[in-house]
């Protein structure tokens, strides 16, 4: 392995890291050496795994912030250090803006922006006494810069995160940097839920431009080179990782150039 990609005794949180995307990330950290603490509300079935290491389970609502200090605890317990903290848990059931509740807009808002940026504070206190400093990844959305039909307050809130990013780099310079990954769609365990069947899966991972839909292992990838030291002159940044983009939808609607 490349020395720079190598995570060996370096220690990580990843914020709802026992599914979907955020395995993803957890796997690629342990394949590269690092020691991985993963949070959530629950357990999940299996502990993401790789090269023969498993990552540390500790229960966190991420939402409640004796809960957040209490994990950060864990960590230097378990590892003594916090070098990459990868604020990943989030979400947004579909919900119409007119019909949605003050609370629940407000839950979405506390879960996709408060809880990283108590997290953030939190790991930033470890950071700071620790001579290399350390890393801290957002990830944000696409609905961060596109509108956001069905799930307005998560896109409010994921535009909120990238902006917050900037603003801590800037603040916990030098020692920390922090960056944000405005990530597309991803196919998981629970594609099926947003887009439908196999075919449907397909049918929209072809409107990608590259092709095809992200892997969790994607984001993993990239959440790798941002902690690593082939990006240490990379802070306050947002970088999207969503295939190409989308395409505009009045290509599909003009007839200029049939």
């Known amino acids: 392995m490349d020395k720079t990609l190598d995570f060996s005794g370096k220690a990580v949180i990843v914020t709802g890291g026992g599914k979907g995307v955020g395995a993803g990330i957890t796997e690629t950290f342990l394949r590269a050496g690092a020691d991985v603490l993963i949070c959530g509300r629950s357990e999940p079935e299996k502990l993401p795994q790789a090269k023969g290491k498993a990552a540390v389970f500790t229960p966190c609502d991420v939402r409640e912030f004796d809960q957040i200090e209490a994990t950060i605890a864990v960590a230097k317990e378990r590892f003594g250090r916090l070098d990459v903290l990868v604020n990943n848990a989030g979400g947004a059931p579909f919900a119409k803006a007119a019909d949605a509740s003050p609370r629940f807009s ?20 470890v950071m700071q006494q620790q001579p290399e400093g350390g890393n801290i990844i957002n990830i944000a959305s696409v609905s961060t810069i596109r509108p956001s039909p069905g799930t ?107």
Not at 109 to 120: D, E, G, H, K, T
Not at 187 to 202: C, F, K, M, V
């Open 106 to 125: 407000e839950s979405i808002i506390r879960l996709n922006l408060i809880a990283p940026l108590n997290f953030s504070q939190v790991a930033n206190k």
């Open 152 to 258: 307005a307050a998560y896109g409010a809130a994921k535009a909120g995160l990238v902006n917050l990013g900037s603003s801590l780099a800037v603040e916990w310079a030098p020692k920390v940097r922090v960056n944000a990954l405005i990530v597309g769609m991803v196919e998981t365990e629970q594609s099926y839920l947003h887009y439908g069947d196999e075919a449907g899966i397909a049918a929209i991972g072809a409107t990608v431009p590259l092709g095809r839909m992200a892997l969790p292992a994607d984001v993993g990838n990239a959440c790798l080179f941002l902690a690593s030291p082939l990006s240490s002159y990379v802070s306050g940044t947002n970088f999207a990782l969503h295939g190409g983009g989308e395409k505009p939808a009045f290509l599909d609607a003009s007839n200029a150039n049939t």
